[in-house]
């Protein structure tokens, strides 16, 4: 029972350190990363939605700019204000033929109402002019405007009023001072304020600090006088500010954004429990699995090792057949097939297979033997027969350099008592025939050998190149009317050894070449054409199925050789 708890433990803890630690930090690290991303593109979002709502209520404060320069810049309206008229009736005349229809059309959505302030006597109030008193220039909103001489427009919030203030004095009036105030529309600044994406709260900021304007997400708008410093905003609020700079008339105002950082991590607070249930569902239920399973393979394991442990006494005993299809199982039907191999090894096959082995071995060293005594005396005797009909035919005294190479590769052909050449030896060899071929062909044959400097120390199979170069020059060339030119290049890449041989000769057709494939895959007899089946089956012989071989032919335009062969010659 102990041996199981510190199995169980074990497992247990090796599950804890490898698997259930590193999900609970890596939840815990995408939980913190989520946090701080959300908390970024939602302090985003809500600079953007600030913004927004800055530029929306621009639009509506230049409508009422709009209006009070289309005042300034009137002189026929200044100076007709301004004017000293004699009698009412002659003030009537006029505001009737001009000064009321005179900005009849100033009708724009951001102006709830405009009214022109004269001190002119003469002026009767009718309208949207009315005399400039003492009750006016005591009010609010007109001590504000004249703390600014700017030209443009002064920008004041009075009697829950958003207003804009033009002195229209950009004409001589004399003494008269005139001016404009132009209300807001509040109704529309509050609508906008409530299509805002921002969500929490805004609030329309003076040069002062006071909110002359107020926005909460309950359902509804309001308006304050209060410093906004004095405001008591939730714990953990995210302040905002959208500032009107580079807006004359708007300098030193600001948009104040409020936002409760639940507002942020709502989102992402929703999933901070489901990471705990996670990480206990993590725990507990794989705990209670591999309290199962490590009983199970305790108890087989140590089954199987009791077994085990009679094997040294000699004692090849099966286990008892179990359902289980488990590793465990597999192990054990296993185990009883080894024991039931071993019992044949020992009282039946293991002598005969050693015996078996040994007469495969001695068979393919036979035949490999064979293969190397049948090739010499056919190269020997094109080589021959080659000089020999040359100097019969010219009688040229270019004989002794052929028979030079003649016997170089002699020299070779006999020397098989070395099984492996380098390939520098395997070219030179070729290098000697074909200079035989070019002295039997005369100026009708031509030839290039080209090998990487790395390949050229490789160690491949004696003379397997050179009966595919003797049936290109005999069977390829010799039959073509034209010059030929036989190309053999030696490439090393990827471990492995490229040999490709090309010819210009007759090529042949596909029904030639799939009889030339069925002939040098038969295993029977080695046929007329000994030199090129001799060389494919030696290079079966050291390689199996670790080499590559194709030739692609057309009639009439040559023959491409390829014999791709592993680098592993310490194995051949």
């Known amino acids: 029972m102990l041996k199981l708890n510190l199995n169980y433990m074990k497992l ?25 991303n959300i908390r970024s593109q939602k302090t985003r979002d809500a600079d953007m939605a600030l913004n927004n709502l800055k530029n929306d209520l621009r639009v509506t ?41 005179a900005f009849s059309d100033q009708n724009v959505q951001g102006v709830r109402w405009y009214q022109v302030y004269t001190d002119n006597p003469t002026v009767l109030s009718s309208g949207y002019i009315d005399l400039l008193n003492e009750a006016v220039r005591q009010s609010d909103w007109y001590i504000q405007s004249k703390s600014s001489s700017a030209p443009y427009p002064a920008f004041v919030y009075s009697d829950k009023k958003l207003s804009l203030i033009q002195q229209l004095n950009n004409y001589r009036t004399g003494s008269i001072e005139q001016l404009v105030k132009i209300d807001l529309n509040m109704d529309l600044l509050a609508q906008k304020f409530g299509n805002s994406a921002f969500g929490g709260k805004v609030y329309l900021v003076d040069p002062q600090g006071r909110v002359c304007f107020g926005y909460e997400r309950v359902g509804e708008w309001q308006q304050a006088n209060v410093r906004f410093e004095d405001i008591t905003l939730p714990k953990n609020s995210h302040l905002f500010e959208a500032s009107f700079d580079g807006i004359s008339y708007l300098e030193g105002w600001t948009l104040q954004g409020v936002m409760n950082e639940e507002v942020f991590l709502r989102e992402v607070g929703d999933s901070r429990f489901i990471v705990i249930w996670l990480a206990c569902i993590n725990f507990v239920l794989p705990s209670i699995i591999i309290a199962v399973m490590s009983r199970s393979l305790h108890v087989r394991l140590v089954k199987i090792l009791m077994h085990m442990k009679k094997v040294k006494t000699q004692t090849f005993q099966t286990i008892p057949h179990e359902e289980a299809r488990d590793e465990i199982g597999q192990l054990t039907v296993e185990f009883n097939q080894m024991m039931g191999t071993i019992n044949n090894l020992i009282n039946e096959v293991y002598i ?7 007469l495969e071995l001695k068979q393919q060293q036979a035949q490999l033997h064979a ?17 020999r009909m040359r100097s019969v035919i010219k009688g040229e005294r270019e004989t002794a350099k052929i028979i030079h190479h003649m016997s170089q590769m002699f020299r070779q052909s006999i020397s098989w008592s070395r099984k492996h050449v380098l390939v520098r030896e395997e070219l030179e060899l070729i290098d000697s025939f074909l200079e035989i071929q070019q002295y039997r062909f005369g100026g009708k044959l031509d030839y290039s050998i080209v090998a990487d400097p790395s390949a050229l120390n490789r160690r491949i199979p004696k003379m397997v190149i050179l009966p595919f170069v003797e049936n290109a020059s005999i069977h390829g060339i010799e039959s073509s009317p034209d010059k030929g030119m036989i190309t053999i290049s030696v490439t090393e890449r990827e471990e492995q050894l490229y040999i490709k041989l090309d010819d210009n000769g007759i090529g042949m057709s596909q029904a030639k070449l799939d009889e ?9 007899d080695i046929g007329e054409r ?25 009639e009439g335009k040559g023959t491409h050789i390829e014999i791709v062969l592993p680098l592993e010659t310490e194995e051949l």
């Open 61 to 101: 404060f230049d409508q009422g700019v709009g209006l009070s320069y289309s005042l300034y810049a009137d002189p026929i309206f200044n100076k007709t204000v301004a004017r000293h008229f004699a009698t009412q009736l002659d003030y009537i005349e006029t505001y009737q033929s001009y000064l009321s229809g």
């Open 352 to 358: 005969a297979d050693i015996q078996k082995k040994d």
């Open 371 to 387: 293969l190397h005594s049948q090739i010499n005396p056919h190269f020997l005797f094109n080589a021959l027969e080659s000089v």
């Open 516 to 524: 030339l494939f069925h002939y040098l895959e038969e295993n029977d």
């Open 12 to 36: 247990l803890l090796m599950y804890i350190l490898s698997v259930f630690i590193p999900i609970v930090v890596t939840n815990v690290v995408f939980y913190n990363v989520t946090t701080v």
């Open 530 to 554: 000994v030199g090129m089946k001799n060389a494919y089956h030696r290079l079966k012989l050291c390689y199996q199925n670790r080499f590559d071989f194709s030739i692609h032919a057309s």
